[in-house]
């Protein structure tokens, strides 16, 4: 996270790989910046915009990860739930329950 805030103060170009909630952050930190290099915002109101900016960030972040686990529940659910479509019994069952609530 620090690297990515030192590269948006350096008005760095936005490094590879980064998921939508870091890119959004990225972005927003460099305009933050530029902003304040032009004085176009102080000190005091920048920190402020920037703590909204990573209060934002670790929301998104955690609904990234949130949808994330929830797409993974959905492709393990399918071979089960397609063998319980086929032939319904409670070993099948058992395993759909456990994918959805990691217990049996």
Not at 37 to 62: F, I, N, P, S
Request: charged share 35%.
């Amino acid at each position: 996270m620090i690297d990515l805030e030192r590269m948006a103060a350096r008005n760095e170009p936005m490094p590879q790989g980064l998921d939508v909630a870091q890119q959004m952050l990225y972005q927003g930190l460099r305009l933050l910046y530029a902003r304040h290099r032009e004085d176009d915002v102080d000190a005091e109101t920048g920190k402020q915009e920037k703590a909204e900016l990573l209060r934002a960030y670790e929301e998104a972040k955690a609904n990234l990860e949130l949808w994330e686990a929830q797409r993974k529940r959905w492709v393990d659910l399918a071979g089960p739930a397609a063998e319980f479509r086929k032939h319904p019994n409670l070993e099948s069952a058992w395993q759909m329950h456990e994918i959805l609530y990691g217990f049996r």
